[in-house]
Each structure stands twice: as structure tokens, then as C-alpha cells.
């Protein structure tokens, strides 16, 4: 079967097994019933139906994206849009002359009419280092491509598919720095932020899989071609930009994690204020006794979505980022939903540390953030994935309910902590309290006699590993 042929089966036999249902197929990404283990499977399906099309009904397909790939290719079309690929060094591989005359270095800025002459940067009122100051931090064109370029050549070093130097992988970074040189310039407040590359790359890589030429196509149907133009290949940068802003734009990431310092801070507060509710003796060892302030290793958490905490297979990242793509379309009209639940995972995934860090010190504790064991999670609990969502989810839901959050932590505990005891230190004789109720004064009882050996061999492997590492940093400084 041919790949155009296999994809018009998997989108019949989809829409056929949910019954044409939008909402019934989004229900089956979020319960883990529509994955890569199901032999319809589609990401790119996914993606674009629930950012794209939101609807099942094939027909109405072609106007949406018709309407979607006119926003690109107009913005495209515009000159201040035009990356100035004749503006990098001459040896630079994505250097490209220009033909016409050289545009002089712009501050990016947004594209908007003048309604105040006041505000016309060619009067005399308006020197130019006010209108510099208005696009605070000022970015030339230039800084903007080269920062863009920076990023994008070591993204993913692993990934064979962006550096094997054949033209396709130039070609694929030359549309993600393009893809990003205009989404920068669309969003002057934000600017490029390192990071952003990554989830755009990953979007870029499952997409890129299903997408198909349509230059042969006599042998389809106007059905058939109805199909097609979801998987068209001409418009991948076209899908991909307008994917990429619902994903980060729409959800409330940029504002909640990007846009700017203050926010990014109330968004750690707001975790930290969460953690509390559900788990107050790893938020009391993390941050009074440990004194390990959060935003030393929750940044990349927030901002890069769990990607590099998730493993080095970017399998495992895509089919979280699968889930959170159809529970955005749970949210009220005007409200965020993913920087949410992004933070609700987070406090999920500390949980699940929860053994680890109660007997890490505090360079052991701030290692085992940063180095999140997620294969060995994996390893215990091999849909930790679908159990991370479906927790996160469940937290999301009762975020305004400070009881039900704090139940449900007691509830969290007993299904991956069980062997945890809290004893209060106590000398009059009074029994332990249980395990939901904490106290600064709490201290742990680890029951060894339960666990296997090999286990408990294998976490004094690596909590002295973890000891050396600190060690020679200690030597290294001196």
C-alpha cells in the first residue's frame, strides 16, 4: 500500500471507529486509547484537527486550512517579513545574496497602522532612541537571525534527521529559522527566547513524518484529495507556524513562562503554592529545609515542557505534548490551560521523587532535578506516562479546591509511596500521625526489609554516585 493510500485508510477507519465524533476521537487521545500502539494512528491527525479544523467532518477541512495558510503566506509575502539571509557572513552556510537593494537593520516591532501622529517614528517628536526604548530589548534584525541560527544548528544533537548533512536537513533547519524569524517579528514583547527552538523542532520532526508531495495525484479522488490536503507537504511551514502559535501562544505558555521575568516568577509561585497543597513535606524539605530555591532548576521544566525531562526519546515527550494538544480544547473561551497543566505534572513527577529526595542533601537534591530518573520511573511503572497525565489532569481539575487537593496528594502518596512512614518526634507515647498529615519536625522511616535487594543496591548506586559528582566539583573549585 502506498503511503497516500495508507494515510486515506487510517483517516476513514479514525473517523469511522469515533463515528465522525470530534469529541468523542479527543476523548480517546486524553484516555490513552488513541496512540501509537493503535494501528490508525495519526499524530499529525491529532495536531491539526484539534489546532486546525476542530471537526471530523472531512468537507469542511479544505476552507479552515484554506484560511490558515493565508495568515503565513501573507505575512510571507510582507517585506518586513523577509529574513535577511544577505545579511550574515559570507561564509555562513545559510547565506544567500540579495538581489535587490539591502533594507538597513530594523528594530523589531509590531505591524501595525500609525493612529497618532504622535507615534510616527519619522517626526520630529519621536527621536529614534524612544522608539528603541519602546522595544525594549531592542534586537536588530541581524542579533535576531544569528541568535535564531545559533540555536537551531545544535538542536537535538542526537537526532540524526537534523545533522546528517544531506540537503534535507539544510533544508529543515533553513524553514524552522525562517518559521521562527517570523514568528519574532509577530511577537516584538517576546522576542526569541532560547527554548522556543526546541518545541518548534519537535513539532517539525512528527509532523515531517506523515506529510506527503502531492504532485502525483491523478490516481486520487476529489475524496481522496480532501484528505491530502491535511498531510500536504507544499504547506508544512505554512501548518507548522500556525500550530506552533496555538501550541505556545493560545495555550498561555508565552505569557506564563516567556514573555516576561514577573510572570515567569508568579507562574514558580503558583507551583510552589500548589506543591504545598498537595505534598507539604517535600515542599518543607525542598524549600525550608533544603533551602533549594525553585527557580534553580524548575526553568527548563517550565519553559521547554517537559521535553528534555521526559528521556532522550522524543517518542516519549511527543506523546505527552499528544495529550496536552486535545485537553486545550477543554478550556473555557479566554482562559489558559497548558501553562497549568504543565505546573500540575511538575508537582505530579516530584511526587513520584518523593522517596529519592528525602534522603538527598542538598546538591544530591538539586542533581536529581536536573537529572530527573525518568527511565528508571519507567522502568517501575511502564505507563508512567499516561499515569502522569492522568494525574496531572485530575489536579488540574481540583486546582481551586485546596481540600480536594490536598486528599487527592494523600491519595497520590499511597498509590507510589506506600512505604514512606512519617513519624512525628514525639517522646510522650503518642502514636505516628498518618501519613497525610505533616510537620516540620516529621522524620523518615525507610522500611528496607520490604525492598529487594536489587533495588536498594541500585539507589546506593546512585546516591553515591551522586556524592562523588559533588566531591569532585568540590575539588575542581578549590
Not at 487521545?29 to 500502539?37: C, F, G, I, K, M
Not at 532560547?194 to 486520487?220: A, F, P
Not at 504547506?235 to 505569557?255: C, K, M, P, Q, T
Amino acid at each position: 500500500m502506498s503511503l497516500k493510500n495508507e494515510i486515506i485508510s487510517k483517516v476513514l477507519l479514525t473517523t469511522e471507529q469515533y463515528k465522525g465524533s470530534f469529541a468523542a476521537f479527543r476523548t480517546a487521545v486524553l484516555q490513552n486509547e488513541y496512540t501509537s500502539t493503535n494501528p490508525n494512528f495519526s499524530r499529525l491527525l491529532i495536531w491539526k484537527l484539534c489546532f486546525l479544523t476542530e471537526t471530523l467532518n472531512i468537507p469542511s477541512w479544505e476552507l479552515k486550512l484554506l484560511a490558515s495558510r493565508a495568515v503565513y503566506q501573507l505575512l510571507r509575502s510582507n517585506p518586513e517579513m523577509n529574513v535577511p539571509w544577505h545579511k550574515l557572513d559570507k561564509d555562513n552556510e545559510f547565506y544567500q545574496p540579495n538581489a535587490s537593494k539591502l533594507i538597513p537593520n530594523t528594530v523589531a516591532h509590531p505591524l501595525t497602522r500609525i493612529h497618532d501622529v504622535q507615534d510616527d517614528p519619522l517626526s520630529a517628536k519621536t527621536a529614534p532612541d524612544d522608539l528603541q526604548k519602546k522595544n525594549n530589548p531592542v534586537q536588530t534584525d541581524s542579533e535576531l537571525l544569528d541568535a535564531i541560527i545559533l540555536d537551531v544548528q545544535r538542536l537535538f544533537p542526537g537526532e540524526d534527521y537534523f545533522h546528517n548533512g544531506l540537503d534535507a536537513a539544510f533544508a529543515a533547519k533553513r524553514q524552522l529559522i525562517t518559521i521562527l524569524y517570523i514568528w519574532c517579528k509577530c511577537n516584538p514583547t517576546v522576542g526569541y527566547k532560547q527554548g522556543i527552538h526546541e518545541i518548534l523542532g519537535l513539532i517539525y520532526l512528527n509532523m515531517i513524518k506523515e506529510s506527503v508531495s502531492l504532485t502525483n495525484t491523478t490516481d486520487c479522488t476529489a475524496d481522496d484529495m480532501m484528505i491530502l490536503s491535511l498531510y500536504n507537504l507544499q504547506y508544512l511551514e505554512h501548518d507548522l507556524f500556525a500550530l506552533f502559535n496555538r501550541f505556545v501562544v493560545s495555550s498561555g505558555i508565552v505569557a506564563a513562562f516567556y514573555e516576561t521575568e514577573q510572570l515567569l516568577m508568579r507562574s514558580i509561585e503558583s507551583f510552589n503554592g500548589l506543591l504545598m497543597k498537595v505534598d507539604q513535606l517535600v515542599h518543607y524539605n525542598l524549600i525550608t529545609k533544603l533551602r533549594l530555591d525553585t527557580p534553580l532548576w524548575i526553568i527548563r521544566f517550565l519553559r521547554l515542557l517537559l521535553l528534555r525531562e521526559l528521556s532522550n526519546d522524543l517518542e516519549v515527550a511527543s506523546l505527552l505534548w499528544d495529550k496536552l494538544v486535545a485537553a486545550e480544547l477543554e478550556k473555557p473561551i479566554g482562559q489558559t490551560c497548558l501553562s497549568d497543566m504543565i505546573i500540575c505534572m511538575i508537582v505530579v513527577m516530584l511526587v513520584h521523587l518523593k522517596t529519592e529526595l528525602m534522603l538527598c542533601d542538598f546538591s544530591e537534591a538539586l542533581s536529581l532535578l536536573l537529572h530527573y530518573p525518568i527511565t528508571t520511573k519507567m522502568t517501575v511503572y511502564p505507563d508512567f506516562m499516561n499515569l502522569l497525565f492522568r494525574d496531572a489532569h485530575n489536579l488540574h481539575a481540583l486546582r481551586d479546591k485546596d481540600l480536594k487537593l490536598y486528599e487527592y496528594g494523600i491519595k497520590l502518596n499511597k498509590m507510589y509511596n506506600s512505604k514512606i512512614k512519617v513519624n512525628f518526634g514525639a517522646s510522650n507515647g503518642s502514636t505516628p500521625s498518618s501519613p497525610g498529615v505533616l510537620s516540620p519536625k516529621a522524620s523518615l522511616e525507610m522500611p528496607s526489609k520490604a525492598d529487594t535487594r536489587a533495588a536498594k543496591l541500585k539507589f546506593e548506586k546512585n546516591r553515591l554516585e551522586m556524592r562523588l559528582k559533588k566531591r569532585a566539583q568540590e575539588m575542581i573549585n578549590q
